[in-house]
Protein backbone atom coordinates (compact mmCIF):
# COMPACT_ATOMS: atom_id res chain seq x y z
CA UNK A 1 0.00 0.00 0.00
CA UNK A 2 1.23 3.42 -0.59
CA UNK A 3 0.85 5.85 1.55
CA UNK A 4 0.77 9.75 1.87
CA UNK A 5 0.35 11.83 4.55
CA UNK A 6 -3.02 14.51 4.24
CA UNK A 7 -4.87 17.32 5.71
CA UNK A 8 -8.39 17.17 5.98
CA UNK A 9 -10.04 20.03 3.70
CA UNK A 10 -13.94 19.51 4.56
CA UNK A 11 -15.96 17.10 4.85
CA UNK A 12 -18.59 15.19 2.36
CA UNK A 13 -21.99 12.92 2.10
CA UNK A 14 -19.20 10.41 -0.24
CA UNK A 15 -16.03 10.48 1.84
CA UNK A 16 -13.81 13.73 2.49
CA UNK A 17 -11.61 16.45 0.91
CA UNK A 18 -7.84 16.52 1.77
CA UNK A 19 -4.76 18.28 0.56
CA UNK A 20 -1.88 16.38 0.03
CA UNK A 21 1.15 17.39 2.44
CA UNK A 22 4.74 17.99 1.48
CA UNK A 23 7.14 15.64 3.21
CA UNK A 24 9.88 17.64 4.98
CA UNK A 25 12.58 16.11 2.43
CA UNK A 26 13.84 12.57 1.76
CA UNK A 27 17.56 13.69 3.12
CA UNK A 28 19.37 13.37 0.28
CA UNK A 29 19.73 17.00 -0.76
CA UNK A 30 19.28 17.49 2.80
CA UNK A 31 15.98 19.61 3.44
CA UNK A 32 17.77 22.42 0.95
CA UNK A 33 15.12 21.48 -1.73
CA UNK A 34 15.70 19.73 -5.20
CA UNK A 35 14.88 20.45 -8.58
CA UNK A 36 12.49 18.02 -8.63
CA UNK A 37 10.45 19.90 -6.33
CA UNK A 38 11.04 23.25 -7.63
CA UNK A 39 10.36 21.98 -11.46
CA UNK A 40 6.83 20.70 -9.87
CA UNK A 41 6.31 23.87 -7.88
CA UNK A 42 6.48 25.41 -11.33
CA UNK A 43 3.87 23.71 -12.66
CA UNK A 44 1.42 23.33 -10.07
CA UNK A 45 -0.20 26.77 -9.34
CA UNK A 46 -2.73 25.85 -6.64
CA UNK A 47 -2.77 22.61 -4.14
CA UNK A 48 -4.97 19.97 -5.60
CA UNK A 49 -7.80 18.11 -3.33
CA UNK A 50 -8.74 14.53 -4.20
CA UNK A 51 -12.29 13.12 -2.32
CA UNK A 52 -10.89 10.10 -0.50
CA UNK A 53 -13.44 7.15 1.49
CA UNK A 54 -13.12 7.53 5.03
CA UNK A 55 -14.89 5.89 8.41
CA UNK A 56 -13.50 7.97 10.97
CA UNK A 57 -14.88 10.55 12.57
CA UNK A 58 -12.57 13.64 11.11
CA UNK A 59 -12.60 17.63 11.33
CA UNK A 60 -10.94 19.88 8.94
CA UNK A 61 -7.34 20.68 9.69
CA UNK A 62 -6.47 16.98 10.95
CA UNK A 63 -3.67 15.17 9.30
CA UNK A 64 -4.29 11.32 8.29
CA UNK A 65 -2.44 8.87 5.93
CA UNK A 66 -4.04 7.78 3.30
CA UNK A 67 -3.30 4.77 1.18
CA UNK A 68 -4.13 3.56 -2.08
CA UNK A 69 -3.19 0.05 -3.23
CA UNK A 70 -0.51 -1.51 -4.49
CA UNK A 71 -0.85 -1.83 -8.84
CA UNK A 72 -3.84 0.77 -8.74
CA UNK A 73 -1.67 3.37 -9.68
CA UNK A 74 -0.04 1.27 -12.95
CA UNK A 75 -3.35 0.03 -13.84
CA UNK A 76 -4.64 3.71 -13.68
CA UNK A 77 -1.87 4.59 -15.96
CA UNK A 78 -1.78 1.84 -18.38
CA UNK A 79 -5.99 2.30 -18.75
CA UNK A 80 -5.32 6.42 -18.91
CA UNK A 81 -2.28 6.07 -21.49
CA UNK A 82 -1.28 2.36 -22.79
CA UNK A 83 -5.08 1.85 -23.94
CA UNK A 84 -5.75 4.99 -25.93
CA UNK A 85 -1.48 4.68 -27.58
CA UNK A 86 -2.50 0.72 -28.39
CA UNK A 87 -5.70 1.87 -29.89
CA UNK A 88 -3.80 4.27 -31.92
CA UNK A 89 -1.30 1.90 -33.24
CA UNK A 90 -4.13 -0.50 -33.66
CA UNK A 91 -6.33 1.93 -35.37
CA UNK A 92 -3.41 2.89 -38.20
CA UNK A 93 -1.89 -0.26 -38.79
CA UNK A 94 -5.69 -1.36 -39.36
CA UNK A 95 -6.40 1.80 -41.65
CA UNK A 96 -2.91 0.77 -43.35
CA UNK A 97 -3.87 -2.10 -44.15
CA UNK A 98 -7.03 -1.52 -45.68
CA UNK A 99 -5.80 1.16 -48.10
CA UNK A 100 -1.94 1.91 -47.71
CA UNK A 101 -0.90 5.16 -47.51
CA UNK A 102 -0.40 8.03 -44.79
CA UNK A 103 -3.59 9.62 -45.23
CA UNK A 104 -5.77 6.14 -43.97
CA UNK A 105 -3.35 5.76 -41.65
CA UNK A 106 -3.52 8.87 -40.03
CA UNK A 107 -7.58 8.89 -39.70
CA UNK A 108 -7.08 5.22 -38.63
CA UNK A 109 -5.00 6.70 -35.79
CA UNK A 110 -7.29 9.63 -34.67
CA UNK A 111 -9.90 7.08 -34.55
CA UNK A 112 -7.90 4.83 -32.65
CA UNK A 113 -7.42 7.16 -30.32
CA UNK A 114 -10.47 8.77 -29.72
CA UNK A 115 -11.80 5.14 -29.22
CA UNK A 116 -9.32 4.53 -26.50
CA UNK A 117 -9.83 8.16 -24.79
CA UNK A 118 -13.69 7.53 -24.67
CA UNK A 119 -13.12 3.97 -22.87
CA UNK A 120 -11.02 4.95 -20.83
CA UNK A 121 -12.57 8.00 -19.52
CA UNK A 122 -15.43 5.03 -18.74
CA UNK A 123 -13.12 2.93 -16.56
CA UNK A 124 -13.58 3.58 -12.45
CA UNK A 125 -10.49 3.08 -10.10
CA UNK A 126 -10.33 2.31 -6.38
CA UNK A 127 -10.30 5.53 -4.48
CA UNK A 128 -8.05 6.33 -2.21
CA UNK A 129 -8.72 5.67 1.50
CA UNK A 130 -7.69 6.69 4.53
CA UNK A 131 -6.10 4.93 6.88
CA UNK A 132 -5.23 6.29 10.01
CA UNK A 133 -5.12 9.37 12.11
CA UNK A 134 -1.15 10.76 11.82
CA UNK A 135 0.21 10.29 15.21
CA UNK A 136 1.89 13.97 16.00
CA UNK A 137 3.27 12.61 19.45
CA UNK A 138 5.22 9.42 18.44
CA UNK A 139 7.62 9.88 21.07
CA UNK A 140 6.04 10.65 24.85
CA UNK A 141 9.80 11.36 26.91
CA UNK A 142 9.04 11.07 30.70
CA UNK A 143 10.53 13.43 33.06
CA UNK A 144 12.81 12.30 36.05
Not at 7 to 15: P, T, Y
Not at 91 to 104: E, F, K, R, S
Amino acid sequence: MLEQTAEVIKMSSDGIWVRAVEPAGCGTCGGQGCATRRIAELFQRKPRHFLVDCDLSLSPGDRVVVGIARGSVLRSALRVYGLPLGLMLAGALLAQAVQPGDGPALVGMLLGGMAGWLIARGGRSARPVVLRREDVNLFHLKKG
